[in-house]
């Protein structure tokens, strides 16, 4: 699956697009087969962290979440190698917020990567009502989650503090656009290939692998020069 993947340019959504829409372009999103703990996803002790800063109303976002990160499970967070902490960087408006603040609630349920999946597969465009908190609470009864629970949550706002708090740390990253990955300390562009070549590189420096031979191109044959003489006839 992974040599399949789509290699993703490194997003910028600083600017919303209120043209941009997903409404003709469905997407279904799996679900990640690593262990889920809140807004981790891989073992605890893996011995590599990669950091995702995203935005729910971010369309490339939706499309790494669709591409990127399974390939990541499938690789590295499953397997143990690896584990991806999730951050809001929820900047492009109000139901960005919106939608971070009820995902941090379904993480206290233990559901915030089936709600992730539910938001990334409602997007439809930016700012035009997709995440307004009666379409919020909806997808939490989709997803099978206590509604009392959510919908208190939701309403006296438990979690902005904690989703303002991943957006400044993202700022002080220096990340200027969404999805915008980290491995370790180290930025890398949004793609598999990227990622996974970041990784590969800290686990051996970890000493958790061996450095992949590179290889050695073919040796050239020759070319013979053949200089014609006067009477035409190839020369010795």
């Not at 990640?32 to 995702?52: F, K, Q, R, S, W």
């Not at 939608?99 to 709600?115: I, T």
């Not at 509604?147 to 979690?159: A, P, S």
């Not at 996974?196 to 590179?214: N, Y």
């Amino acid at each position: 699956m992974a040599a399949a993947i789509v290699l993703i340019g490194v997003a910028n959504c600083l600017r919303g697009d209120d043209n941009n829409t997903t409404t003709n372009n469905p997407i279904v999103i799996p679900l990640p087969t690593a262990h889920a703990d809140g807004m981790t996803l891989g073992n605890a002790d893996a011995p590599v962290t990669v950091y995702e800063y995203s935005d729910f109303q971010c369309p490339n976002c939706r499309s790494a979440a669709a591409e990127v990160v399974p390939a990541l499970d499938e690789s590295y967070l499953a397997t143990g190698k690896a584990k991806l902490i999730f951050k809001n960087f929820a900047f492009i408006g109000q139901e960005s917020k919106s939608a971070a603040e009820a995902a941090a609630c379904a993480s206290d349920q233990g559901k915030f990567w089936e709600y992730y999946t539910k938001l990334f597969e409602a997007q439809n465009g930016e700012n035009k009502g997709t995440f307004k908190v009666e379409n919020l609470k909806l997808f939490a009864q989709e997803v099978g989650l206590n509604q009392n629970d959510f919908n208190t949550c939701l309403d006296e706002n438990k979690h902005a503090a904690d989703v303002a708090d991943d957006l400044s740390e993202g700022q002080r990253r220096g990340v200027q656009g969404t999805p915008t990955f980290f491995v370790g300390q180290n930025e890398v562009a949004a793609t598999y290939d990227a990622i996974s070549k970041a990784i590969d590189d800290e686990l051996v420096r970890l000493g958790l692998a061996t450095p992949q031979p590179t290889a050695t191109p073919p040796a050239q044959t020759p070319q013979l020069t053949v200089t014609p003489t006067p009477e035409g006839t190839p020369g010795g």
